[in-house]
């Protein structure tokens, strides 16, 4: 038996079998773990009064029923320790989720993976897109994820994974940040977490000559399916620290106008600096919509992360030097040019423009 304050971890009984059963009968549950769909009582029978017990006493796998306030909630397993590595499997009931219950739970099996069972290290794994599960082991201090392609397994169809680690030398404590990513208003503009909603504007907005020409990086051409994939890697993004992106949202109709991120937020050299870069879809064009945005993102970047914030010291935005547009909005928000590179912006038809950089200092921002 494991404790904490809040969670208790325990053996199965029988009388877990019904809220077990129930459980599983979550299409969430279904979506992300192995478990048979159907999922018949006879399913969690077996599971509780055979498949358990046997793993206990073969010393193969360890599963805990969890309670919190005094009710089983949920399942979490260590499994396959050979050689001193081996994975953790966990799931909540749907009414208990959010309430850190796994978070602790998690904690107290990977204590008892390295301080009881002596394993040297714990992988978790989770398909793609299961940010809840990721999220857990973030706190717990898993870290080093790395996405498989095709890794996982559900029900006889392949799916891409993440899988992440945490070593007994580790700490249980989240190894950098996950940024969220505040509504910010002021001057007419919103800007918002992007939703899958957005993605027809925003193929309208990558699609676009202007667009095209100065971020010869993007797709081209660039399809709605782009532009889901963009919007899925923002999230992704974001939680692994590496940038905050918004749609910028007209403040009435909430429809994209544009977006703007903060990048390069988990450089190894300077974790104070972040770039600056935009894009606007046509129609919103020449109405200082993102010289407001970026006005908002600036704020937000330079207060400090304890208040929310991204905690950045230095903001940079680089252009073209024939961008005026871009140019502009840089100036429009107090940036310095402090320098240029030569033929370093490549066009699509294999030219190359002179960059400018424009920098920000926080200390620009509070001389005023
Ligand atoms: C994953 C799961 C076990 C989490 O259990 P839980 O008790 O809700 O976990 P916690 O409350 O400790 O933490 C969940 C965290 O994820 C966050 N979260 C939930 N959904 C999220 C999402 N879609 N995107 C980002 N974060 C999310 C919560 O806000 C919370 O973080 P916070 O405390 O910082 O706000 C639960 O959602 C579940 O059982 N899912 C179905 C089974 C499953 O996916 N198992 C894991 C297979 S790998």
């Known amino acids: 038996m494991l404790s ?37 009582r006879e399913h969690a029978v077996g599971f509780i009064t ?20 005094g009710e089983y909630v949920g399942t979490i397993d260590l499994r396959d320790g050979e ?38 290290r714990v992988i978790w794994r989770a398909y793609v897109g299961n940010f809840a599960s990721r999220r857990v082991a973030w706190k717990v201090g898993f870290h080093g994820l790395v996405t498989i392609p095709g890794g996982g397994r559900s029900r006889g169809v392949r799916k891409d994974e993440w899988v992440a680690t945490v070593g007994r ?7 950098g940040s996950w940024w969220t990513v505040p509504v910010l208003e002021g001057d007419g503009v919103r800007l918002r977490p992007l939703r899958e909603a957005d993605a027809q504007r925003v193929m309208e907005a990558c699609s676009d000559e202007r667009t095209q020409h100065w971020l010869s990086g993007m797709p081209s051409p660039y399809t709605l399916d782009d532009a889901k994939g963009f919007i899925d890697s923002r999230q992704d993004a974001a939680a692994s620290g590496e940038a905050v992106a918004w749609a910028i949202a007209d403040a009435g109709t909430d429809e994209l106008l544009g977006n703007v991120s903060v990048f390069g937020l988990s450089s190894r050299m300077d974790k104070t600096r972040g770039e600056i870069g935009y894009w606007m ?17 600036i704020a937000h970047a330079f207060r400090a ?15 073209a030097d024939v961008n005026t547009a871009s140019a502009h909005v840089a100036e429009a928000n107090g ?12 066009r699509r038809d294999g030219s190359y423009d002179n960059m400018l950089t424009f920098d920000l200092l926080a200390e620009d921002v509070l001389r005023g």
């Open 335 to 346: 940036f310095t040019k402090v320098g240029g590179e030569r033929r370093a912006d490549p």
């Open 281 to 297: 879809h046509p129609d919103a064009r020449g109405r200082k919509v993102m010289a407001a945005a970026v006005q908002l993102v």
């Open 169 to 175: 030398d580790d700490e249980l404590e989240p190894k």
């Open 4 to 40: 904490d304050d809040l969670v208790t971890l325990r053996a199965h009984v029988a009388a877990d079998v019904e809220p077990a059963y129930r459980m599983c009968q979550d299409p969430v549950m279904q979506q992300w773990t192995t478990i048979p769909v159907p999922y018949l």
């Open 83 to 120: 050689g001193g590595v081996g994975e953790v499997g966990f799931a909540v009931s749907p009414d208990v989720r959010g309430n850190g219950v796994m978070t602790r739970a998690l904690r107290l099996v990977v204590r008892y993976a390295f301080d009881v069972l002596g394993w040297e």
């Open 50 to 69: 055979e498949v358990v017990p046997a793993g206990w006493q073969a010393n193969t796998s360890w599963a805990w029923a969890i309670e919190y306030a």
């Open 305 to 319: 992360a304890e208040d929310g914030g991204l905690g950045r010291r230095r903001l940079l935005i680089r252009c």
